[in-house]
């Protein structure tokens, strides 16, 4: 308890105090050399962030982009663990390949899409030679579209994985029993291994979302900054707050009231799905 | 931000003999300086050179000798991305001279992007501990100044780092908010210019470029066809597009910035942006694919033959044009100093050529090594390094001798040298940073609509006056 008490407080509570405290200064390059006497700002910064600044704009950017993404991905992953969940000749290979995609680093997926998405790029040029123009993909309303298609391109694997390891959980018997039965695929996999899979890929949809609310490296490599209005996600705001503007406290204020707008919908949905062990196991 | 440094880098791989010849009489210059003892030597090595016999400032190396024996400066610089091998090179360079001439040791440390050096400065700020020395982009010596965390330079500093009168004038114009209080040290100079395809000019009949953006949008019309357009320009650079606004507002007669004022909103600066919009919107003379272009791909451009003006160019594209296509009809000129829809300078207009563009370096306050750190500054700035620099890396010397030298010995950079003694200086102003963002940002958000083919004057004034209240605020938190 006492190791474990104290990692907490200087991995986790201390940087979020310090966080909090430079959140309610006025805490810019004027003043960083000697930021503990930083001049206090109340609530400024906070007030400043939701009423005088993108914010509220970029919470619904990241937020329903990530969402769109888990949904995108969710099916996919569900349908590729279950394309490799039976031997077959190349499943190995097959398993590792789609990890692929996960398994590259943000700034480089980002880099290669954002060459592919050029407006003389392969991607446009492509569309075009069937007959479609396509317009941009790196500005204006279709970078919104560009970054939910890069993220659920990079990030379904993970979905996989986990309903790939809810699969392996699925008990042989079950499979005989419902062979037995004489259940065809669909209402096999409707009620006998769609159940197993409920708890990891719900897992893996939380934290899928929060990983994508959280990815700074993708936008910022594909769009750059300053980013297109569509796709300021919070991550970038804040970057841009702090790191171009130098607006430190204002950053900070703009991360927390990120955090406290997510933790809402975040809390209720992990209670909705159960996701609370000790809840679980009183039952 | 910052990073006028990111493409200053250099110029003539011919020339890497000489540059490695110079470094070594260079460092012979140090080591027989420090052996002397003298701050006066004329030492058979140095009298190989021209440049060095001629440089006062190698005769001031060491006005007071420095014992920095056992100590180590620290010095953050950018990575030299084109010329990694010959940077590291010059890196053991440096430290061996200035180990012989102190008994300090430098340990350079690089960054990659504008992001890791803001990143190291602000940690350092904070932490009041770190590199001694920063090689900073000219237009971040504002933000830089504006955090206190560097040495305001006094006249006794000056004269430790040689005085002065050692430097280009114009390289002064962005250390400090005045003349008495400066915190940056001249560096190097990357000045830009405009690149022309000759050949493509000569078969039009138009024997030299425009020196109004009227007149060259004009000569660009006339030079596109066939599959070649009159223009290149990166649109979706992160930094040419501020540039070019910024030029042209300054010639019309607005700073962007004056005193506690933000004037983006100004009508001069509207025009800029239609201007360097119609280029594509209403005079057609630049590639429709350009609006996602950055300067790379603008310069592949005009390399390849398919563009007969690139503006905006440094001597760090000249490696890549001598081997291009146009390698033996390209030229460098001036870029227009007259704003558009003007036949001439307005009253109250500065003929600005180019941003003052180039690195400052800037001594940290929390270095206990000060004195040591001016020494090398002396070093760095010197007429046997700046040569050096000039000939391994391509940048401008800041050092008045050594640009009189290359000036003397270098013709064909002529509008180069010209441009860096013509630059003029971005605001001075802590503000500075948000308003070059607010600058870009006008054009990002405007891309979807050149794309298009029409930006609407209502929309463009609609982002200015979003930039401008950016700008404003920005103003109004300065102390």
């Known amino acids: 308890m006492i190791p474990g008490g104290a990692l907490m407080i200087f991995v986790i509570v201390v940087p979020i105090l310090l966080g909090l405290y430079m959140s309610v200064l006025t805490l810019d390059q004027y003043t960083l050399r000697q930021w503990l006497s930083a001049p206090f700002a109340g609530p400024g910064n906070y007030i400043e962030a939701v009423t005088d600044s993108p914010l509220l704009k970029s919470f619904w950017i990241s937020l329903s982009f990530a969402v769109l993404s888990t949904a995108a991905a969710v099916p996919l992953g569900i349908a590729a663990a279950l394309a490799t969940q039976n031997y077959f000749p190349g499943r190995a290979v097959m398993r590792s390949v789609f990890l692929i995609p996960f398994v590259m680093p943000s700034f480089v997926v980002a880099t290669v899409w954002r060459t592919m998405f050029q407006p003389d790029g392969v991607i446009v040029n492509g569309l075009h030679s069937v007959g479609i123009t396509s317009g941009l993909w790196l500005n204006g309303p279709n970078s919104y579209w560009t970054l939910v298609f890069v993220e659920v391109w990079a990030s379904w694997p993970f979905i996989y994985l986990l309903a790939l390891a809810g699969l392996q959980s699925v008990d042989h018997d079950v499979h005989e029993a419902s062979a037995l039965d004489g259940a065809s695929w669909w209402p096999k996999l409707r009620y006998v291994i769609f159940p197993y899979l409920k708890g990891p890929v719900a897992l893996a949809c939380v934290i899928a979302t929060l990983n994508h609310i959280n990815n700074f490296a993708l936008p910022f490599v594909l769009f750059g900054i300053p980013a297109p209005d569509d796709v300021q996600t919070l991550p970038i705001l804040t970057y841009s707050t702090t790191f171009e503007s130098f607006r430190f406290g204002l950053g900070a204020a703009m991360a927390f009231s990120s955090l406290m707008l997510l933790a809402i919908p975040l809390i209720i949905y992990v209670r909705a799905v159960k996701l609370d062990v000790d809840e679980g196991a009183d039952k | ?479």
Request: charged share 15%.
């Open chain 2, 1 to 479: 931000m910052r990073r006028t440094n990111k493409r200053k880098d250099s110029m003539e791989t011919k020339k890497t003999k000489f540059a490695a010849l110079t470094s070594v009489l260079a460092i012979t210059a140090l080591v027989v300086t420090a052996c002397s003892g003298s701050s006066v030597t004329s030492s058979p090595s140095v009298a190989t050179n021209p440049s060095a016999v001629t440089s006062s400032s190698i005769a001031t190396a060491t006005p007071t000798p420095i014992n920095g024996a056992g100590q180590t400066l620290t010095v953050l610089i950018g990575a030299d991305g084109k010329y990694g091998a010959q940077q590291q090179q010059w890196f053991k360079d440096v430290s061996a001279a200035f180990q012989t001439q102190t008994g300090a040791t430098v340990n350079f440390q690089t960054f990659a992007s504008g992001s890791e050096e803001l990143t190291k400065i602000q940690t350092s700020v904070v932490a009041n501990q770190g590199p001694d020395i920063y090689v900073v982009g000219t237009t971040f010596t504002p933000t830089a100044y504006s955090t206190g965390a560097f040495v305001s330079l006094t006249p006794d500093d000056w004269n430790k780092v040689g005085g002065k009168d050692k430097f280009v004038p114009a390289d002064l114009g962005i250390s400090g908010p005045t003349d008495s209080d400066q915190v940056g040290i001249p560096y190097t100079s990357g000045p830009f210019v405009m690149a022309y395809n000759t050949d493509l000019l000569a078969k039009a009949g138009i024997d030299k470029p425009a020196t109004t953006w009227d007149g060259l949008a004009a000569q660009a019309k006339q030079l596109t066809g066939n599959g070649v357009y009159g223009m290149a320009v990166g649109y979706k650079d992160g930094f040419d597009p501020w540039k070019f606004i910024w030029a042209m507002s300054r010639q019309a007669g607005n700073p962007i910035i004056s005193g506690k004022v933000a004037k983006v909103d100004d009508p001069t600066t509207l025009k800029a942006y239609q201007t360097y919009f119609g280029w594509l919107t209403t005079d057609h003379v630049v590639d429709p694919a350009s609006v996602g272009w950055n300067d790379g791909q603008a310069l592949a451009a005009f390399a390849s033959g398919k563009a007969a003006f690139f503006p905006m160019s440094t001597t760090s594209n000249i490696p890549t044009l001598k081997t291009s296509a146009v390698k033996d009809t390209y030229k460098f000129a001036l870029m227009p100093v007259v704003p558009p829809g003007a036949t001439a300078l307005p009253a109250g207009g500065a003929g600005a050529t180019s941003i003052l563009a180039g690195n400052n370096v800037v001594v940290a306050k929390y270095s206990k090594n000060q004195d040591l750190a001016f020494a090398l500054v002396k070093y760095l700035t010197d007429d046997a390094n700046q040569q050096v620099l000039f000939n391994t890396f391509g940048t401008m010397p800041v050092n008045q001798t050594t640009f009189t030298a290359v000036t003397t010995s270098n013709p064909a950079l002529g509008p180069i040298l010209d441009s860096a003694a013509s630059s003029v200086a971005t605001p001075f102003s802590g503000a500075w940073a948000d308003t070059q963002l607010a600058l870009m940002n006008v054009v990002v958000q405007t891309i979807p609509d050149l794309s298009s083919g029409s930006v609407s004057t209502s929309k463009l004034q609609s982002l200015l006056t979003a930039a401008q209240k950016t700008a404003q605020a920005s103003l109004d938190k300065a102390p």
